[in-house]
């Protein structure tokens, strides 16, 4: 790396490229589990619906008789 005259720096486009390939790479993971963790939220939902309507229907019965 070289000091320019005007005091900015001057990086090698090679480490330019190969910043830019790992950036890329981090992205994509990042991605991937931030899909996953939506989809593990999305599936929690679910289920604790289900539990909850489960754990009414007996409460429901009750109130009948």
């Known amino acids: 790396m070289e000091l320019q005259n005007s005091g900015t720096l001057l990086i090698p486009r090679e480490t330019i490229a190969f910043i830019q390939q790992?950036?890329?790479?981090?992205?994509?993971?990042?991605?991937k589990?931030?899909?996953?963790?939506?989809?593990?939220?999305?599936d929690l939902a679910g289920k604790s619906k289900t539990i909850h309507l489960i754990a009414l229907v007996p409460v429901f019965i009750l109130s009948i008789l």
């Open 22 to 31: 790992q950036g890329h790479k981090i992205t994509t993971e990042l991605e």
């Open 33 to 42: 589990i931030v899909k996953k963790e939506g989809q593990f939220t999305q």
